[in-house]
């Protein structure tokens, strides 16, 4: 659905679609023109699924001459998928001789908790054994790729910087280059890739959530982007990974994909994708994002939210048992439908929420945390909303960051850009 009329926000008012009481801090009013509202862009792509393209997994006969006689370890998890089986079964069943699993964040058939420890251990299927790389393991040991030859990446990213993936990938590359490895990265699309938007990562401000100098949402597949870091010199000590990518067939950064299977626990469906990049910066503040409910970054709220028209009560659930405020009554905002309905027609980062949670926080004492300006990747971000900035005037101070990203960013893509 496309959506070419204009839209004006104003301020703690509710609004019902289709029925759907969908809108939260602002409301939604569709006109043909004003001189004071923003449009919504009428964007030209194309709705894509699984079984409209060949991802890079699908193109078995590019990568598996690559692993005959070799000893192969995976980085992957649940979204590892060729078609309905996952990749460690398939290329166990073609008899490749993988010796072993890395799995990020959430765990190899991603189910754990964000942020809780992934323990190594053995999968209860092939007998092979599952080595964490998130917590203090967070890069591939010498002696863990001591008996490979080849590390294979297969892992669905959504495009977004402190989608923790990405560092994965960092430190996966950085072990290969140290330990003369081959990797090879099994592309798959970006459900966000049609569009780049955000603050620039401040070095000041590297860690897990972001190591590298790019804006929140970049526009690159997994695959461009490994190129990126390889071809930027990202790596510590500036040193080269062995690197092949085995691309997507059919795929551009025009098209929209829809994902068959959710990401990670509390990404599941593509309205928390598309509303992610906004409100993913609210894990830096005291706002609950619906972590132990049903809507998972489709919701937000807090005990202590003013002029809310919505409410949500956390409770342990899969990936998130111990939620945000779990068992306390939070009022908030239901984003899901405008998610799910108009987010992907913005091609932005949406800031209003942030800023009107912020206003109607009687208490703006502890409303940001520590983990906030490592989300923005700045303290610039925090500070321009504790002073009242307008969102204009915050979206204008990106705009050199991203012009000089897109010029880095162009040198590595591997599909038809949006532009």
Same mark, same amino acid.
């Given at each position: 659905?496309?959506?070419?009329?204009?839209?004006?926000?104003?301020?703690?008012?509710?609004?019902?679609?289709?029925?759907?009481?969908?809108?939260?801090?602002?409301?939604?009013?569709?006109?043909?023109?004003?001189?004071?509202?923003?449009?919504?862009?009428?964007?030209?792509?194309?709705?894509?699924?699984?079984?409209?393209?060949?991802?890079?997994?699908?193109? $078995?006969?590019?990568?598996?001459?690559?692993?005959?006689?070799?000893?192969?370890?995976?980085?992957?998890?649940?979204?590892?998928?060729?078609?309905?089986?996952?990749?460690?079964?398939?290329?166990?069943?073609?008899?490749?001789?993988?010796?072993?699993?890395?799995?990020?964040?959430?765990?190899?058939?991603?189910?754990?908790?964000?942020?809780?420890?992934?323990?190594?251990?053995?999968?209860?299927? $092939?007998?092979?054994?599952?080595?964490?790389?998130?917590?203090?393991?967070?890069?591939?040991?010498?002696?863990?790729?001591?008996?490979?030859?080849?590390?294979?990446?297969?892992?669905?990213?959504?495009?977004?910087?402190?989608?923790?993936?990405?560092?994965?990938?960092?430190?996966?590359?950085?072990?290969?280059?140290?330990?003369?490895?081959?990797?090879?990265?099994?592309?798959?699309?970006?459900?966000?890739?049609?569009?780049?938007?955000?603050?620039?990562?401040?070095?000041?401000?590297?860690?897990?959530? !972001?190591?590298?100098?790019?804006?929140?949402?970049?526009?690159?597949?997994?695959?461009?982007?490994?190129?990126?870091?390889?071809?930027?010199?990202?790596?510590? !000590?500036?040193?080269?990974?062995?690197?092949?990518?085995?691309?997507?067939?059919?795929?551009?950064?025009?098209?929209?994909?829809?994902?068959?299977?959710?990401?990670?626990?509390?990404?599941p469906n593509m309205?928390?994708?598309?509303?992610?990049?906004?409100?993913?910066?609210?894990?830096?503040?005291?706002?609950?994002?619906?972590?132990?409910?049903?809507?998972?970054?489709?919701?937000?709220?807090?005990?202590?939210?003013?002029?809310?028209?919505?409410?949500?009560?956390?409770?342990?659930?899969?990936?998130?048992?111990?939620?945000?405020?779990?068992g306390l009554e939070?009022?908030?905002?239901?984003?899901?439908?405008?998610?799910?309905?108009?987010?992907?027609?913005?091609?932005?980062?949406?800031?209003?929420?942030?800023? !009107?949670?912020?206003?109607?926080?009687?208490?703006?004492?502890?409303?940001?945390?520590?983990?906030?300006?490592?989300?923005?990747?700045?303290?610039?971000?925090?500070?321009?909303?504790?002073?009242?900035?307008?969102?204009?005037?915050?979206?204008?101070?990106?705009?050199?960051?991203?012009?000089?990203?897109?010029?880095?960013?162009k040198k590595y893509?591997?599909?038809?850009?949006?532009?």
């Amino acid at each position: 659905m496309q959506y070419s009329h204009f839209y004006k926000i104003i301020p703690f008012r509710s609004v019902t679609l289709s029925g759907v009481e969908v809108f939260t801090i602002a409301t939604l009013i569709l006109f043909s023109f004003s001189a004071n509202a923003q449009g919504i862009v009428a964007i030209e792509t194309t709705i894509k699924t699984i079984n409209d393209l060949k991802v890079g997994a699908d193109h $078995t006969t590019e990568y598996l001459p690559l692993l005959k006689g070799k000893s192969v370890a995976l980085v992957t998890n649940q979204s590892s998928l060729i078609q309905n089986t996952h990749l460690v079964d398939s290329l166990i069943s073609l008899k490749i001789s993988v010796k072993k699993v890395f799995c990020p964040e959430h765990g190899f058939r991603g189910l754990v908790d964000a942020g809780e420890k992934v323990a190594t251990e053995k999968d209860k299927k $092939t007998g092979l054994t599952i080595i964490s790389l998130y917590g203090k393991n967070k890069k591939p040991k010498p002696e863990d790729l001591k008996d490979v030859d080849i590390v294979i990446f297969d892992i669905q990213d959504v495009g977004v910087r402190f989608y923790t993936y990405l560092s994965t990938l960092h430190y996966v590359m950085e072990a290969c280059a140290e330990n003369n490895k081959q990797l090879i990265v099994l592309d798959r699309p970006n459900p966000n890739g049609y569009y780049i938007d955000g603050p620039i990562l401040e070095d000041a401000y590297k860690s897990f959530l !972001g190591l590298h100098p790019v804006p929140i949402v970049y526009g690159m597949t997994i695959g461009e982007y490994a190129q990126m870091i390889n071809g930027e010199g990202w790596l510590k !000590g500036g040193v080269k990974c062995n690197l092949k990518v085995i691309t997507i067939g059919n795929y551009s950064h025009k098209d929209m994909f829809e994902l068959a299977i959710r990401p990670s626990p509390n990404l599941p469906n593509m309205s928390s994708v598309y509303l992610y990049p906004s409100l993913g910066l609210f894990e830096g503040t005291q706002i609950s994002v619906g972590r132990g409910t049903d809507l998972p970054f489709q919701i937000i709220g807090s005990p202590v939210l003013q002029k809310a028209n919505y409410s949500f009560t956390p409770q342990p659930k899969p990936g998130a048992m111990e939620p945000k405020y779990k068992g306390l009554e939070c009022k908030g905002h239901n984003l899901s439908e405008f998610g799910k309905e108009y987010m992907k027609d913005t091609k932005k980062i949406y800031l209003f929420w942030l800023i !009107g949670t912020y206003t109607n926080t009687a208490d703006k004492t502890n409303f940001f945390d520590e983990n906030f300006n490592f989300h923005a990747g700045n303290s610039t971000l925090q500070q321009q909303i504790k002073d009242g900035v307008k969102e204009e005037a915050i979206r204008k101070s990106w705009e050199p960051g991203i012009a000089k990203f897109k010029v880095v960013r162009k040198k590595y893509l591997l599909y038809k850009d949006f532009e």
